[in-house]
């Protein structure tokens, strides 16, 4: 199985801080990356695909980069609705794996 | 528009077999690239594949799993059904189905729902 593994697992920060999550994964994934964002009682929702594709609908400060074994997630100028889990998962194999979430709360 | 629903007890014993059902609108299972999941969320931790079934009829599972689950697909009811036998406590959780379309992994998720083992 392909492990994923994201850093840190809790980020601290303020409304407008621009943020950072990485991704790693234990072997070459390609570019099969993708990175969700779940909120307390509801189910994940797609923001990234592909490694850098902006799933349709989802703000543009939300970007993402990486390829092979290393991703990172950014959230440029963070808002009060991005506080939130966020979760890596490699689709490049099976079993899918993903990625033991980063929580981003309020600092 | 994609909706996906589960379907299925809140409550089962352990040795018990789980059998959810997701109903979903908006695409064909029928379609090349198209597929359902199902993904698992214990209270409190990650997020955690369990099988996936392929508009062709392929189905692929979480090796750590494989010989409880089974997951089908019934076309013409626009459903797919995940079984798992031997409950245990440890299989509390929130299961959720997923549409899955070529490249973009899974696009599209139901609400979820919680299955709590115990006796």
């Known amino acids: 199985d392909i492990q994923m593994t994201q850093s840190p697992s809790t980020l601290s920060a303020s409304v407008g801080d621009r943020v950072t999550i990485t991704c790693r994964a234990s072997?070459?994934?390609?570019?099969?990356l993708a990175w969700y964002q779940q909120k307390p009682g509801q189910a994940p929702s797609l923001l990234i695909y592909e490694a850098s594709s902006l799933e349709s609908g989802v703000p543009s400060r939300f970007s993402g980069s990486g390829s092979g074994t290393e991703f990172t997630l950014t959230i440029n100028s963070l808002q009060p609705d991005d506080f939130a889990t966020y979760y890596c998962?490699?689709?490049?194999?099976?079993?899918?794996?993903f990625g033991q979430g980063t929580k981003v709360e309020i600092k | 528009q994609i909706t996906l629903k589960e379907s299925g007890p809140a409550l089962v014993k352990p040795t018990q077999t789980l059998t959810l059902t997701c109903t979903f609108s908006g695409f064909s299972l029928s379609t090349a690239g198209v597929g359902v999941g199902w993904i698992r969320q214990p209270p409190g931790k990650a997020l955690e594949w369990l099988a996936l079934i392929y508009g062709d009829g392929d189905r692929r599972y979480s090796p750590s799993l494989r010989s409880r689950l089974t997951i089908t697909r019934d076309t013409s009811k626009n459903q797919v059904v995940l079984t798992m036998t031997n409950m245990d406590p440890v299989d509390t959780a929130t299961y959720y189905c997923a549409h899955r379309i070529t490249d973009r992994s899974f696009d599209s998720w139901g609400q979820g729902t919680l299955v709590t083992v115990s006796s």
């Open positions: 072997q070459s994934v390609r570019s099969w």
């Open positions: 998962q490699q689709y490049n194999s099976f079993p899918r794996t």
